[in-house]
Nanobody
Framework: EVQLVESGGGLVQPGGSLRLSCAAS????????MSWVRQAPGKGLEWVSA????????TYGDSVKGRFTISRDNAKNTAYLQMNSLKPEDTAVYYC??????WGQGTQVTVSS
C-alpha cells in the first residue's frame, strides 16, 4: 500500500523559512518522480515542484522559482521541500504526490505576521 506522510508545516512570518518532509512507503521510492502540489484557501491545486527518481533533475513553478528547493534522500524514502523567503501568498495546504493517484494528507503552511 502506497503511503505518503507530509510533515513540517506551521506558522511562519513573511521572509521566514520552513522545510517540509514527505515520508514514502509501499513502492520503490527511487524509481519515481516526486512532486509537491499546494492548495491555497478557496483556490484550486497549484503544482509547485518535482524531482526525478535519481534526484538530479528538478523543476519549479514560476511562483516559487528561486525561493524553494526540492530534494530527496532515497536511502530514507523521503522527499523534502525547503521553502525560503516565504510570502503570505504561499499560505496553503502542501501535498506530496507520486503518480496520478497517490497523495499525502497534506500539511498546512501559513505565512503571516
Amino acid at each position: 500500500e502506497v503511503q505518503l506522510v507530509e510533515s513540517g508545516g506551521g506558522l511562519v512570518q513573511p521572509g521566514g523559512s520552513l522545510r517540509l518532509s514527505c515520508a514514502a512507503s509501499g513502492f520503490t521510492f527511487s524509481s519515481y518522480t516526486m512532486s509537491w502540489v499546494r492548495q491555497a484557501p478557496g483556490k484550486g491545486l497549484e503544482w509547485v515542484s518535482a524531482i526525478n527518481g535519481a534526484g538530479d533533475t528538478t523543476t519549479y513553478g514560476d511562483s516559487v522559482k528561486g525561493r524553494f528547493t526540492i530534494s530527496r534522500d532515497n536511502a530514507k524514502n523521503t522527499a523534502y521541500l525547503q521553502m525560503n523567503s516565504l510570502k503570505p501568498e504561499d499560505t496553503a495546504v502542501y501535498y506530496c504526490n507520486v503518480g496520478a493517484n497517490y497523495w499525502g494528507q497534506g500539511t498546512q503552511v501559513t505565512v503571516s505576521s
